[in-house]
């Protein structure tokens, strides 16, 4: 198993260019969450999904979107990207009370 | 608004002490906590979960305490090693699973 993958690990963008930040769990889990971790700061959710087509807004979801249409991939969308969405974004997949994580993308915004 | 809060933010110690992570949150209404591990690059691994009902739970030289009445959790380890040397956060979780983060003990153990 892969685990969880996540591309790419590095990404800069300027201010309003949009992108999309891969995930995908070969664990067959149904649970999948987008957090953003920020210095000083617990990781934050931003969008979480039970189940192919289904999805939901976590704590910060201003300024993200999320599609669900497989239970293996769970992208995420930045739609036109801020400075203030600088950031490291770990995607991960849930088995029961297990949570298992990706390596995290780090995305500049200038 | 559960708030959870890891004290100290670092902390250095010499190799093959015995050392102490806080966790403290603000809402005794979980449904378990968990300890986390992230080394700088990585993803985040699950060292140790400890359900509502429980007290304490281990692994190895890891020990992982939880007092829900004070809202507080410690994670013991025993006979450090320069690789235990990462960041250590903890994180409550709701009913719904939803999880609570702390922001995280950076630990160094000197060789």
């Known amino acids: 198993n892969a685990g969880v993958t996540q591309t790419p690990k590095f990404q800069v963008l300027k201010t309003g260019q949009s992108m999309t930040l891969q995930c995908a769990q070969d664990m067959n889990h149904e649970y999948m969450s987008w957090y953003r971790q920020d210095p000083g700061m617990g990781l934050r959710l931003i969008h979480y999904?039970?189940?192919?087509?289904?999805?939901d807004q976590g704590e910060v979801p201003n300024g993200y979107n999320v599609s669900r249409s497989t239970t293996e991939d769970f992208p995420l969308r930045l739609l036109s990207a801020a400075p203030s969405q600088t950031s490291v974004y770990f995607c991960?997949?849930?088995?029961?009370?297990?949570?298992?994580f990706g390596p995290g993308t780090r995305l500049t915004v200038t | 608004k559960q708030e959870v809060t890891q004290i100290p933010a670092a902390l250095s110690v010499p190799e093959g002490e015995n050392l102490v992570l806080n966790c403290s949150f603000t809402?005794?209404?979980?449904?378990?906590l968990q300890w986390f591990r992230q080394d700088p690059g990585k993803g985040l691994t699950s060292l140790l979960l400890?359900?509502?009902s429980q007290r304490e739970q281990t692994s190895g030289r890891l020990n992982a305490s939880l007092d829900k009445s004070s809202g507080r959790s410690t994670l013991y380890i025993a006979a450090s090693q320069p690789g235990d040397s990462a960041t250590y956060l903890c994180a409550v979780s709701d009913s719904n699973y939803q999880l609570i983060w702390g922001a995280g003990t950076k630990l160094i153990i000197k060789p």
């Open positions: 991960a997949s849930r088995d029961g009370t297990v949570q298992y």
């Open positions: 400890i359900q509502s």
């Open positions: 999904s039970v189940g192919a087509g289904i999805t």
């Open positions: 809402d005794s209404a979980i449904y378990n």
